[in-house]
């Protein structure tokens, strides 16, 4: 990101320094959709495999968030684009979290409703709630899934995450 120029990008990309700006500010705009795009997609692409896997909800909610840390850090360009360093994307994640989550809603409502009715899911607890629980979860997992093996990092969600939203 350090490296990253505009002139780079629209030599890349084939436009020119004006269509950029007509629809970017500056290369931090660039960067916010570039990121808020790809958590986007991501969490679509997880809820699509898991969703196959046919896990328990309990599952799916830790699953949920190692899944996406190791695809993000699997993710070779993307990673790259962030020169290996998953902060900066935590921060544009934090500032456009409204964004995310509105996208997201749509995907989660009708499976958390589902675990609902099965009686999983406390009667309280909102799809508001569960997708800032998961949020919260996946950011601090972006953070610290270097120092941990993926079976503790799992068993930890397992005892903070799940019994906040199940009984």
């Known amino acids: 990101l350090t490296r990253f120029r505009i002139d780079d990008l629209v030599s890349e990309v084939g436009i020119t320094r004006q269509t950029f700006y007509r629809y970017?500010?500056?290369?931090?705009?660039?960067?916010?959709?570039?990121?808020?795009?790809?958590?986007?997609?991501?969490?679509?692409?997880?809820?699509d495999e898991l969703t196959a896997m046919q896990l328990s909800f309990e599952d799916f909610l830790v699953e949920g968030v190692v899944h996406s840390v190791e695809m993000i850090k699997n993710e070779?360009?993307?990673?790259?684009?962030?020169?290996?360093?998953l902060t900066?994307?935590?921060?544009?994640?934090?500032?456009?979290?409204?964004?995310?989550?509105q996208a997201m809603a749509p995907l989660a409502d009708p499976y958390i409703e589902q675990a609902r009715e099965a009686g999983i899911v406390k009667a309280d607890v909102t799809t508001h709630d569960i997708?800032?629980?998961?949020?919260?979860?996946?950011?601090s997992e972006m953070l610290l899934s270097g120092l941990e093996p993926l079976e503790e990092r799992r068993s930890y969600l397992k005892k903070m995450?799940?019994?906040?939203?199940c009984h």
Do not use: C, H
């Not at 921060?91 to 989550?101: A, D, H, K, R």
């Not at 995450?161 to 939203?165: A, G």
């Open 24 to 47: 970017f500010k500056n290369k931090n705009e660039v960067m916010t959709a570039v990121v808020v795009a790809n958590g986007i997609q991501l969490a679509e692409r997880v809820f």
């Open 76 to 85: 070779d360009s993307f990673y790259r684009f962030l020169e290996d360093d």
């Open 88 to 101: 900066p994307a935590v921060g544009i994640m934090i500032e456009n979290f409204l964004t995310v989550e």
């Open 131 to 139: 997708i800032r629980w998961i949020f919260r979860a996946f950011l």
């Open 161 to 165: 995450l799940v019994p906040s939203i």
